[in-house]
Every structure is written in structure tokens, then in C-alpha cells.
């Protein structure tokens, strides 16, 4: 079974609109706050490098997070690894638990120096591979 990534973000005042929902380009926030999380617990802080590029964002709105919610959960999974890319798909949750937004992520990894793509590694693989639903 595959590891899900849960990230608790508070909600901030400026993320909602003027019709008391939280914008749209707050979730695109809110999903690469849980991503950077995401790095974070399973490579930066195991001292390992690691650059990726987003290539391309799908958000699908399914219910609106309304101003009662002073946090969301975001669950990040694997859904998707490839040679030089791999694909994260999110929850963005409300405080009932309660799906608001899904958003599907293919990240790029790119070689620092050229700033080109470059394969996954092997380690990169065993660790994605962890949060990886297949």
C-alpha cells in the first residue's frame, strides 16, 4: 500500500474572494505548499537534491471551501512515474473531511547544471516508489 502524504495548511484570510469562497488560484497554492511538504519530508531532509519543474496542472473544482474552514488537509500521492517525469495527485480537504479540489501534478526532474530533464535516479525511484500508487 502506497504512503500518502497528508499536509493540515491553515487557511488565510486572503485567500478568499469577495463571495467568501477561497479562490481558485489559492487551491493551485495550497497544492504546491503540500508538494514543497512533500519534498521536503522525503528528500530534502534526507540531505538528497531534488529539482523538479511542473509541467503541467489539472485542477478539478468540486466543492468550494467555504469561511467557516480554518485549515485544510492535502493528501499528495504518486499516481504516475515515468523516465524523466512523474505525476502527484492531491485532495485538497475541508475541515469535515470533505473533498474540495483535486489536483493532478507531472513534475519534471531537471539537471541543475543545464537546467535540461534529466532520468529519475534509482534512489528517486525507491523513494517515489513509496508514495507511489501502482
Known sequence: MAEIHVHTIP?????????GHVTNSAYVELAQEARLAF????FYSEGHEFVVFVRRLE???VRPILPN??????????VNL???SFTTR??????QGKTCAVVE??????????????????????????AADN
Open 82 to 84: 515515468g523516465n524523466t
Open 59 to 61: 485542477v478539478d473544482y
Open 11 to 19: 487557511v488565510r484570510w486572503s485567500d478568499f474572494d469577495r463571495y
Open 69 to 78: 474552514t480554518t485549515a485544510v488537509t492535502v493528501e499528495t500521492q504518486v
Open 105 to 130: 501534478c507531472v513534475q519534471v526532474t531537471v539537471d541543475t547544471t543545464t537546467t535540461s530533464p534529466r532520468e529519475i535516479t534509482k534512489k528517486e525511484i525507491g523513494i517515489l516508489s513509496k
Open 90 to 95: 492531491q485532495e485538497i480537504k475541508d475541515a
Open 39 to 42: 519534498a521536503e519530508k522525503f
